[in-house]
């Protein structure tokens, strides 16, 4: 285990210097798309899908679109904004401090998107990227959804030791130029409206861990079907469904990463390893952010509330006032501690090295998209795996801490406001209705909470990891 220097302390000296642009860009962004958009519509369009959750945030989606937020965080060499990943986390807390639902429209489309990047599939990548650019053009919001989790296989999915027991019956069968696709996947977010759906399928699903086959399906392929949204207690604005899939012809060209395109079976496993890994310390610092910004949101609702009241004077709501502040503090540090020891060590490191980040960016496409490329990549992965485990600890304590104290903040708000909080129009029960999901998905705070346990402090890994700081 590390007890060296936080990776913030060095970030600043290691990071790329447009990073910390970036990061102010993706802030005022945010700040200008909270106070046109957000602000003026969120409330009222909570309650609209609360009594009818079949109604769809559509304006909200094309307002996403039209702003180019399903783009920005492309890479540049693909047509995208190529906004750094971290900068996205400054983003999610400014927009998680009025609607988490808002935000998670965009973060679930960036985590399938994401997923596909992480495969090193960048042939797929790009024909996604271009999609997504064209329904900016054509004002058509080309929408990505991640298909993972089943009715019977959900936490068990997020954990590369309970993976081998999922029951998981989501089968592909491999055929002449693809794979058919046949099961069904539930609580997707976004699949009401996405153009594409990345789905995990299995080869042989009583081995899910070791015949993963990640593919990239369109949303109105013949034998998808998506089903009823949801009735959510929060998050109303991004719409989960289930899917059914029955028999649905999978090219090859659209199968982003399967057993066959690996030298051997071991090696395919310990990718998939890593991948899951990756693609979870990123998204599991995303939910912190949210968490950062909606416990920040509880603190700045209770004191308008309390200042409003005549209330501020008395101690005992200073004290509360102040607890609400340590715990949006402790929240955020905790999530950027995560999103910079990503940076500095986790799969998109190269992206913040200004030689690499260089050549990236001149590279010629057809050597970009390549499959000599991808597997270079993909071995070049496998051999850097020095701080795997504790980016994946510290990922998994920024999610669980900062939704508990998210959660906290919340109920607290809600105790001083008394029958006031349990208006709609004063905003603090929707905080607390949207927060709770944060405990749940991207594996629940139990889990994580194994995770940290299993990567840092289980006497088999009980360990110094090799550090540089």
Same mark, same amino acid.
């Given at each position: ?32 798309? /909270? ?18 959750? @079949? ?21 540049? $060499? ?52 271009? @999609? ?6 054509? !004002? ?16 068990? #999915? ?20 693809? &794979? ?14 996405? +153009? ?16 993963? /086959? ?13 089903? +009823? ?48 890994? @990756? ?9 912190? $952010? ?21 209330? #501020? ?11 609400? &502040? ?5 929240? !955020? ?11 500095? &060590? ?21 050597? #970009? ?15 850097? +795996? ?15 801490? $900062? ?18 909080? %349990? +208006? ?16 749940? &998905? ?11 346990? !299993? ?13 540089? %700081?």
């Amino acid at each position: 285990m590390t007890h060296g220097l936080p990776y913030s302390f060095s970030a600043g000296q290691k990071l790329t210097k447009g990073v910390q642009k970036e990061i102010a860009e993706a802030i005022a962004l945010a700040k200008r798309w /909270v106070q046109e958009v957000v602000n003026p519509v969120y409330l009222e369009l909570d309650a609209k899908i609360e009594s009818d959750s @079949d109604f769809l945030a559509r304006t909200v989606l094309a307002k996403i679109n039209e702003w180019g937020l399903l783009s920005l965080w492309m890479p540049k $060499a693909f047509g995208g904004g190529g906004l750094s990943p971290v900068s996205m986390i400054a983003f999610n807390e400014e927009v998680g401090a009025t609607c988490i639902g808002t935000a998670n429209i965009i973060g679930a489309h960036y985590v399938a998107l994401g997923l596909v990047s992480m495969t090193q599939n960048f042939s797929l990548l790009h024909r996604l990227c271009l @999609d997504i650019k064209r329904g900016e053009k054509e !004002k058509s919001p080309c929408v990505l959804a991640v298909a993972i989790t089943e009715p019977n296989a959900g936490t068990d #999915l997020e954990d590369v030791d309970l993976m081998a027991k999922a029951q998981v019956k989501t089968r592909v069968v491999l055929q002449d130029g693809g &794979y058919l696709l046949s099961g069904s996947k539930i609580f997707i977010s976004n699949s009401k409206w996405a +153009r594409w759906q990345i789905v995990v399928g299995y080869e042989d699903i009583a081995r899910p861990h070791k015949s993963c /086959v990640i593919m990239a399906v369109p949303g109105n392929a013949k034998g998808v079907t998506v089903g +009823r949204i949801e009735e959510k207690m929060g998050q109303h604005l991004c719409p989960a469904s289930e899917v059914y899939y029955e028999d649905v012809v999978v090219p090859s060209d659209n199968v982003a990463i399967s057993p066959q395109q690996f030298r051997s079976q071991h090696q395919y496993e310990i990718y998939c390893q890593l991948l899951g890994d @990756d693609i979870l310390s990123i998204s599991r610092a995303g939910v912190g $952010a949210l968490a950062a910004g909606s416990a920040r949101q509880s603190m700045d609702l209770c004191r308008k509330f309390l200042m409003s009241e005549n209330l #501020l004077e008395n101690e005992w709501a200073q004290i509360q006032l102040a607890d609400m &502040y340590r715990n949006y503090q402790i929240a !955020k540090l905790i999530t950027w501690e995560s999103g910079f020891a990503t940076a500095l &060590y986790g799969p998109n490191r190269d992206v913040y090295r200004t030689g690499i980040n260089f050549l990236m960016r001149m590279m010629p496409k057809f050597l #970009l998209l390549s499959a000599g490329l991808r597997r270079s990549l993909r071995e070049r992965r496998l051999r850097q +795996r020095g701080h795997d485990k504790e980016i994946s600890a510290l990922a998994s304590t920024a999610k669980y801490t $900062a939704s508990d104290l998210a959660v906290k903040n919340a109920q607290i708000a809600l105790s001083m406001m008394g029958e006031a909080g %349990l +208006r709609q129009e004063n905003a603090i029960e929707k905080v607390l209705r949207d927060i709770k999901l944060l405990q749940i &998905y991207e594996g629940t705070n139990q889990l994580n909470r194994i995770n940290v346990f !299993k990567n840092v402090l289980a006497p088999s890994h009980f360990a110094p990891f090799a550090e540089s %700081l």
